[in-house]
């Protein structure tokens, strides 16, 4: 008798064998669009046997659930509602199965099982009240999949990193860790990024950032996850992160809901596209012909932020222009801020002096709001200074990039009423240089910053991880890139005694610049507003470049790291340029850097929302270029 014989061998076949078994959630798609759903509900139904009817797939059955005070209920409200849900990314129509009402306060609403088309929806939904009491927990508004035995859980929608601006994405895992995503969708290279609907989150003075989507730089710890700094070594080697980073807990705090953790370049030094990215591959600019150099180290949000309307904010970092690259060439929103505004615990030091924590995004509004939750109490300021400098500008509109700047330009100089100096800095400097100094400007600074790195770096993140690593790997050195390599043996090639003089010449110039330069004014904040501009240059990521160079000299770029003031990219217009990739016109980004004093970052934010007021400046879109359309490499 066959049942008899395989009971027989499965009695034998028990073995006692201790399984660590967990669910990590489930994919499936809906209206052909993928979702993930997570391994925990965010809460449990008393009763879902009316949930039998619909039609599910494993079970799952996809409702809306609409959060409603019951004092003015009415099908009429319910279906202004619910048509106002079509502009979230994640909710689609096929959420109107069934839809649930959350009936907030008041007494008994009487629409349960009521049989309802909504306009524009071409099928019947069926409205269930899910509580009719004002003391049940609010369930929020939204997409949601219900399960047969009740469970309602919320759903993340998935994108492709088709521009590779990820290490990893995350979702939130037990007590307040992040976990690897378990899902994935078509795409070479790409992993899925999860985001969960807009319609959940309500943004309050407590949680200003509620919902806000966050791509989080990989050199800052989040909880649970491993921190790679762009080195595979280094990923594979230290266990994940136990805390989040303060930066991220302030964001986190807030609301703010982290995505996935993006790329850097290694150890947060520059790295050029295509050659110097050994260990883990560039993100794609999507500007342009999708083939110009990202900029780094902030290449992950500088990237994520030009190619995905479903990405809200970056957190990057700037110790020598590792925001503010990105945000150049990305056409972006970009701030570096005045030096220690922020802890950088649970961050990767560059050099302690100059790192700071800042961000990147499309949309000046949430640069503000997210920038008064990570510099807790910074001042704000409605009143412009009329010292307006230049620095390094172009003196004609010949080229279509300097006619944008000076356009630009021009309407600044009408918004403060104010006419605009051209500074030159080295001739300022040798006529107000301190006294004990001889040295030009060029001189001066020229190794300040390489030294300040590589001296700082080797000392703080290299020699560690070289002991560390050797010990448990029998001698071993782990790989490093060419770029990280070439600037820590430029300082090892100097004394310990250089960091010192270092350190002293930073410090000479940052104490110039706040006598000489940009002074502290007790209305205004900052004497001067000063600009300058990167301009619209091709880097094409498909030449080879030669070995990376030691990051010496000075130039604009440098006087925020050295001053310690901040220096914020906007983004103002486009420039035409040949590509040599698609043989077509292609657009790139033109932008303009502010500085004020330090400690005058609130200035430059109010600035920026009153020229976004005006007209003068626009969000920018993603796309091929700031104004949106066709990203080429998808
Ligand atoms: C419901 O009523 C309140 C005040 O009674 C009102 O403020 C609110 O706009 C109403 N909601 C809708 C959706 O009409
Ligand atoms: C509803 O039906 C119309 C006509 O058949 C169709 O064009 C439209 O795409 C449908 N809408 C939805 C949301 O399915
Ligand atoms: C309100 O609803 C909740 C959940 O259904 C229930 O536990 C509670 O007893 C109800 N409260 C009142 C006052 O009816
Ligand atoms: C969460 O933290 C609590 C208290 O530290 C601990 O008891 C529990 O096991 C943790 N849960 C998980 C899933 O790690
Ligand atoms: C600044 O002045 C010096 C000395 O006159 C000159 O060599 C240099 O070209 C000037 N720089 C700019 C940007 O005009
Ligand atoms: C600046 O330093 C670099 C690197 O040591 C050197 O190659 C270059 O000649 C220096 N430039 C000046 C102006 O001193
Ligand atoms: C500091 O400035 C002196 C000139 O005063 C210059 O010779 C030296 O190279 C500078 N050193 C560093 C590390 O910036
Ligand atoms: C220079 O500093 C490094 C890092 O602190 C140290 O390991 C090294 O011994 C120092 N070198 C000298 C010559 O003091
Ligand atoms: C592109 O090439 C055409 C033909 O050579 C030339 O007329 C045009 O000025 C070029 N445009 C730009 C932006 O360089
Ligand atoms: C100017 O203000 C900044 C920030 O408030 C402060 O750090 C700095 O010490 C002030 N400088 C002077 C000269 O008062
Ligand atoms: C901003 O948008 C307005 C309105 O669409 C437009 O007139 C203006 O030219 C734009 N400004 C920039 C800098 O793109």
């Not at 790192?355 to 008064?372: H, S, Y």
Request: aromatic fraction near 12%; glycine fraction near 8%; charged fraction near 15%.
């Amino acid at each position: 008798m066959a049942p008899l014989y395989l009971l027989a061998i499965f009695s034998i076949c028990v073995y006692h064998i201790t399984a660590s078994l967990m669910f990590t959630g489930q994919t499936l798609l809906l209206n052909d669009i993928p979702y993930y759903v997570p391994a925990t509900p965010l809460i449990t139904l008393p009763s879902s046997s009316f949930l039998a009817d619909f039609d599910s797939a494993e079970g799952l059955v996809p409702v809306t659930v609409v959060a409603l005070p019951t004092s003015n209920f009415s099908l009429s409200i319910l279906e202004a509602v619910v048509s106002g849900f079509g502009v979230d990314d994640v909710w689609n129509e096929g959420f109107l199965e069934a839809i649930l009402i959350q009936s907030i306060g008041g007494s008994a609403v009487t629409y349960l099982n009521t049989s309802f088309t909504l306009p524009g929806a071409n099928e019947t939904s069926t409205v269930y009240v899910l509580s009719s009491n004002g003391s049940a927990s609010t369930i929020p508004s939204g997409p949601y999949f219900a399960s047969n035995t009740g469970s309602l859980y919320q759903p993340l929608r998935l994108y492709s990193d088709f521009a590779g601006a990820f290490t990893q994405p995350l979702v939130s895992g037990p007590n307040g860790t992040y976990t690897a995503l378990p899902a994935n969708i078509a795409g070479i290279q790409s992993p899925a990024v999860g985001v969960p609907s807009r319609l959940y989150y309500t943004q309050t003075p407590q949680q200003p950032l509620a919902g806000i989507r966050l791509g989080v730089k990989d050199i800052y710890d989040v909880a649970g996850v491993k921190t790679s700094d762009g080195n595979r070594a280094w990923y594979g080697f230290y266990p994940p992160a136990t805390a989040n980073a303060v930066p991220v807990q302030r964001l986190v705090d807030a609301g703010a809901v982290i995505v996935g953790k993006m790329k850097t370049s290694q150890f947060a030094n520059g790295e050029t596209a295509t050659a110097d990215w050994v260990d883990y591959h560039s993100p794609f600019n999507p500007r342009g012909d999708g083939y110009q150099d990202p900029s780094s180290s902030s290449s992950g949000p500088g990237a994520g932020e030009g190619s995905y309307p479903w990405l809200d904010l970056g957190l990057g970092s700037d110790t020598g222009g590792s925001i503010r690259g990105p945000s150049q060439v990305q056409g972006l929103f970009g701030n570096r801020p005045s030096h220690g505004l922020v802890s950088l615990e649970g961050v990767m030091p560059l050099a302690p002096q100059l790192d700071t924590a800042g961000f990147i995004t499309r949309d000046p509004n949430i640069w503000v709001e997210a920038a008064k939750v990570l510099y807790a109490d910074l001042p704000f300021y409605d009143t412009y200074p009329k010292t307006l400098y230049t620095v390094d500008f172009p003196t004609s509109g010949d080229d279509e990039a300097d006619a944008v700047v000076l356009d630009f330009l021009g309407k600044l100089e009408d918004f403060l009423g104010t006419t605009s100096t051209a500074l030159n800095l080295s001739t300022l400097w040798s006529t107000t240089k301190p006294q004990g100094v001889d040295a030009d400007l060029d001189d001066f600074l020229n190794i300040t910053y390489p030294i300040l790195i590589s001296k700082e770096q080797t000392m703080l993140v290299r020699d560690p991880f070289y002991a560390a690593y050797a010990a448990a790997h029998d001698g071993r050195r782990p790989f490093i890139d060419p770029a990280p390599l070439i600037r820590w043996a430029f300082g090892d090639s100097y004394p310990n005694s250089t960091l010192t003089d270092a350190i002293t010449n930073k410090t000479i110039f940052q104490n110039w610049w706040s006598s000489q330069v940009q002074l502290n004014d007790s209305i205004t904040c900052s004497n001067s507003l000063l600009l300058y501009t990167a301009g619209a240059e091709t880097v094409y990521r498909n030449e080879y470049n030669g070995p990376p160079q030691v990051p010496a000299g000075f130039s604009p770029s440098r006087i925020s790291p050295f001053a310690s003031n901040p220096d914020f990219v906007i983004p103002i217009g486009e420039a035409a340029y040949n590509s040599t990739i698609t043989l077509h016109t292609e657009y790139l980004p033109v932008t303009v850097d502010i500085l004020a004093a330090k400690g005058c970052d609130g200035l430059i934010f109010s600035l920026v929302q009153d020229l976004k007021e005006a007209g003068i400046v626009n969000t920018s879109l993603t796309g091929g270029t700031i104004y949106g359309g066709e990203i080429l490499l998808r």
